[in-house]
C-alpha cells in the first residue's frame, strides 16, 4: 500500500528556519574562530596549546551536555530549552568579544557550549515533531536544516576573514549577537507549544531525571582525554599531567559505561547501540566530524603560517567549501527519499576520502589551485551524507526517544571533533612551517584512513531504518501479548 506524505507547509518551513537559526549560531562557532586563530594568538598571546583549548573549550562544553540537554528537552519543553539556550549563547558570546585575556576567553567559550548543547537537539527534536514522524517529510525539513548547519560551518572561515579584516577579530563573536536575537524572537513567534502533541506519550511514560554521575563522569572522561592530546607535544608523554590525563580519562570511562548499564534512567541509553543502523550512524558521524574538525584548524595555520595568508585571504581561500556544502546538502534529501540513506552516505565517504586524499599531496609550494579540487570533494561528500546520516538516527528510534537520539548523535559528533582540533593540532605544533606542512599531510592520510572506515560503517546501516524500526516493533508485539497472556 502506497503512503502519502504530508505536505511541505508553510508552517512547517517557517519551524524550519526558526531551528536552523540555532544551528547555524551553533555551527558557525565551531570554524569562524579558526580563521581568527592568529589574530587572537599574537594579540593575546598565546601558544599553539593555548589556541587549541580556545577552540576546544567549546566543543568539550557543546558535547558532553547535549545529552542531559535532551533530557531537561524532554521534561522541560523542546522550546522553552532552544530558547534558553539562544540566551546563553548570546550573553557567551558577548563576553567572548569582551575578553582581555587567554583564561577569559576560554572560560567564555566554554559558556557558549553550554548554550549550543541547549539548542541543538533540542532544535532537532522541534523539527522531528513537526514533521509527525513521516519518513519523507522528515528527510527533506533535516536535508534543509542539515544544509543550513553545514554552510554556516563551511562559511565560518570566510565570513571570519571579512568580519576580521572589517572590524578585528572579536568581531566574529559580537555578530552572534543579532542573529540570537532574531532567533529568540522567531522561536516565540513560530514554534508551536509541544506540550499538546506530547500529552499521550508522557502520560504513557513519565519524565526520566537526570542522571549526574553520569554526566559527571562523561565530563572528566572527555575534557582528560582531550587535555592530554592537547599538551602531549608540548609537555611529552611521560609528564604526569599528560600521563594521569589518559589514565583519568581511561578510569572515568570505563566507569562512564559501568554507571549507565546500572542506572535506572541513563543519559546515554545503552540499548540505543543494539541497534546495527543507530550504532553505524553515530560511529559515521564521528569519523567525519574528527577529520573534518581537525583538518579546518590544521589549514587554517598552514593559509596563514605557511603561505603567509591574512585572515580575509585564508577565509577566501576556504570559499570553495561553501559551494560544496550547498548543492550536495540539498541534494541529500531528494538523493534519501529516492535511494534511502544506505546510498548518500557510502557514496558521501568515498567523495570526502578521495578529496583527503587529493590533499595529502599538498605542501608548501603547491598552487592555490592545487586545493580547489579536494575543497570541492571534501565538502560534497560530506554535505550528501551527513543529512541521511542524521535521518538514519532519527528513523531508527521510537518518536518518544528522537531527543535523547539527536543528543547522542550531536554529543558523539561534537567530542570527535574536540578530538580531531587536539590531535591534528598536536601534529601541527612544532614550530616551522615545515613541521606544519607534515603534520597537515600526516592528518590528511588519517582522515583518508577514517573514512574508509567510514564507508564500511555506511555498509551496515539499513537503507530504509524506519521501515525496519516499524517491522521491530511489530515483532514485538505479538511476543509482548503472549508475556501480558502468561502474567494475567
Known amino acids: 500500500m502506497k503512503t502519502t506524505t504530508a505536505p511541505f507547509t508553510p508552517a512547517i518551513a517557517r519551524l524550519v528556519a526558526t531551528v536552523s537559526v540555532g544551528f547555524v549560531v551553533t555551527q558557525l562557532d565551531v570554524t569562524i574562530v579558526n580563521i581568527a586563530l592568529a589574530r587572537i594568538g599574537a594579540d593575546l598571546h598565546a601558544s599553539v596549546a593555548g589556541l587549541q583549548w580556545i577552540v ?18 524532554d521534561r522541560l519543553g523542546a522550546r522553552r530549552m532552544y ?13 567572548c568579544g569582551l575578553a582581555l585575556n587567554g583564561a577569559t576567553l576560554v572560560a567564555a567559550r566554554a559558556l557558549q557550549g553550554i548554550g549550543a548543547a541547549a539548542m541543538l537537539p533540542n532544535s532537532l527534536a522541534l523539527l522531528n515533531q513537526a514533521c509527525g514522524h513521516d519518513p519523507k517529510l522528515r528527510a527533506r525539513a533535516v536535508g534543509l536544516w542539515t544544509a543550513a548547519g553545514a554552510i554556516s560551518i563551511a562559511a565560518g572561515p570566510v565570513v571570519g576573514g571579512l568580519l576580521i579584516a572589517a572590524f578585528g577579530w572579536r568581531s566574529i563573536f559580537l555578530v552572534n549577537l543579532p542573529l540570537c536575537a532574531a532567533g529568540l524572537l522567531a522561536t516565540f513567534a513560530y514554534v508551536p507549544s509541544p506540550r499538546a502533541a506530547q500529552a499521550p506519550a508522557a502520560a504513557a511514560q513519565p519524565p526520566r531525571s ?7 563522569l562523561a565530563i572528566v572522561a572527555l575534557t582528560a582525554f582531550t587535555g592530554a592530546v592537547i599538551e602531549w607535544r608540548p609537555l611529552g608523554f611521560t609528564n604526569p599531567l599528560v600521563a594521569g590525563g589518559f589514565a583519568l580519562a581511561l578510569i572515568a570511562g ?10 535506572a534512567a541513563p543519559m546515554l541509553p545503552l540499548s540505543l547501540f543494539r541497534k546495527r543502523t543507530f550504532s553505524a550512524a553515530v560511529l559515521f558521524g564521528i569519523c567525519v566530524n574528527l577529520t573534518y574538525y581537525g583538518m579546518v584548524f590544521v589549514l587554517s595555520l598552514y593559509l596563514q603560517r605557511v603561505r603567509g595568508y591574512t585572515p580575509l585571504q585564508a577565509g577566501l581561500a576556504f570559499l570553495p567549501l561553501t559551494g560544496g556544502f550547498l548543492v550536495s546538502n540539498v541534494l541529500s534529501g531528494w538523493v534519501v527519499g529516492h535511494y534511502g540513506v544506505r546510498v548518500p552516505m557510502i557514496c558521501g565517504a568515498i567523495t570526502a576520502g578521495l578529496g583527503y586524499g587529493l590533499l595529502h599531496l599538498v605542501d608548501a609550494t603547491t598552487p592555490l589551485i592545487g586545493l580547489l579540487l579536494p575543497f570541492l570533494l571534501i565538502p560534497s561528500g560530506m554535505g550528501l551524507a551527513v543529512p541521511a546520516m542524521t535521518t538514519a538516527v532519527l528513523a531508527s528510534v521510537e518518536r518518544q526517544r528522537a531527543g535523547t537520539a539527536s543528543a547522542v548523535l550531536n554529543t558523539a559528533r561534537q567530542a570527535g571533533g574536540a578530538v580531531g582540533v ?12 615545515a613541521h606544519i606542512v607534515f603534520g597537515m599531510q600526516a592528518a590528511t592520510a588519517i582522515s583518508a584512513g577514517l573514512l574508509l572506515t567510514a564507508l564500511v560503517l555506511a555498509c551496515l546501516v539499513h537503507p530504509e531504518p524506519h521501515a525496519q524500526q516499524q517491522h521491530e516493533e511489530a515483532t514485538k508485539r505479538p511476543r509482548n501479548a503472549v508475556r ?3 502474567r494475567s
Open 422 to 433: 587536539a590531535a591534528f593540532g598536536a601534529l601541527v605544533s612544532g614550530a616551522g612551517a
Open 56 to 73: 576546544d573549550a567549546y566543543t568539550l562544553a557543546f558535547a558532553v551536555l547535549m545529552l542531559s540537554a535532551g533530557v531537561l528537552g
Open 254 to 263: 570505563i566507569a562512564f559505561v559501568i554507571s549507565e548499564a546500572r542506572v
Open 210 to 216: 537526570i542522571d549526574l554521575v553520569g554526566q559527571c
Open 83 to 95: 530558547a534558553g539556550g539562544i540566551v546563553i549563547f548570546a550573553l557567551a558570546s558577548l563576553a
Open 484 to 486: 501480558a497472556t502468561e
